[in-house]
């Protein structure tokens, strides 16, 4: 068996196994930048300890493919390309951009196209990092010990503006292992320190945080409270509830104000050929 490939070994040998993401804008189009660049944020991750970076560059969160090569520029942790990967150009241009892994959305591609994709970025050195929300998703894929299995705790068909579903992660953990992935991960709706530490405590090997980490006031003190939860009598199967669970979606709605959204993850991919 093939030794796993860069991403997975920087996770699973972190202190704090947290894929700390950079994205321009929320799921409501809300600014996460608040002013900063790209680079900046994704050095002041890695001067936290971050083990890897996400970098979204998906219009849908108003990113763009020039920020990857800004955040490969400026960090020489494992490189995470989120955006809506259909094709295999778009492999080749992230490996020539210097990403270390390469978002697959399970739930937008035929299987076949899926597979072939994992395939593609293995033969590059990269890392498939395969985003899941049912467990037949998880069944079957090339070389598991290379790839990363992800839940996706929010439903990309209502954009990710929902709040998020945790116990998807808690149902579908025992098939993402069963997989044979070395390198479970639970995503997205991880609000807090605290739902950070439940999840680890449940048995996932790595999280992604983005939302969650853009918006707090200083990224240090969200790391020592998470570092404290999970010092703590974190009991599994005792998940705690986001916050945003308990906000009506009235609330969540946006604003005038707000910029336009493209239409989509699945209207962005849908026809492109693999």
């Not at 991403?7 to 894929?19: D, N, Q, V």
């Not at 929010?154 to 953990?173: H, M, V, W, Y």
Request: hydrophobic share 45%.
């Amino acid at each position: 068996m093939t030794q796993p490939l860069p991403f997975i070994s920087a996770l699973l040998g972190a202190e704090r196994p947290l894929i700390m993401e950079v994205k321009a804008r929320d799921a409501h189009g809300g600014d996460l930048l608040r002013g900063r660049t790209p680079g900046d944020l994704a050095a002041a991750y890695e001067r936290s300890g971050a083990p890897c970076v996400s970098v979204v560059t998906g219009r849908w969160f108003g990113g763009s493919a020039a920020m990857l090569t800004e955040v490969t520029s400026r960090v020489r942790v494992p490189v995470l390309l989120k955006d809506f990967v259909t094709r295999r150009d778009q492999i080749a241009a992230a490996a020539s951009a210097g990403a270390s892994a390469v978002l697959l959305t399970a739930a937008l591609l035929p299987r076949e196209s899926l597979e072939g994709l994992a395939r593609e970025c293995q033969e590059y050195g990269l890392t498939p990092f395969v985003e899941i929300t049912h467990a037949k998703e998880a069944v079957g894929l090339p070389d598991p010990h290379r790839c990363v299995i992800a839940v996706n705790n929010k439903d990309i068909a209502a954009r990710e503006r929902d709040a998020g579903d945790l116990d998807r992660s808690r149902a579908l953990l025992p098939t993402v292992r069963a997989a044979g992935t070395p390198c479970p991960v639970s995503a997205s709706a991880v609000s807090g320190p605290g739902v950070a530490a439940g999840l680890l405590a449940e048995g996932y090997a790595a999280l992604l945080v983005g939302t969650a980490l853009l918006r707090a006031p200083s990224v240090e003190a969200w790391l020592r409270a998470f570092d404290a939860c999970r010092a703590g009598p974190v009991v599994p199967g005792t998940l705690p509830v986001p916050a945003t669970a308990s906000v009506r979606p009235s609330a969540l709605a946006p604003t005038s104000a707000e910029p336009p959204l493209p239409a989509g993850p699945v209207a962005e991919a849908e026809g492109a050929p693999v």
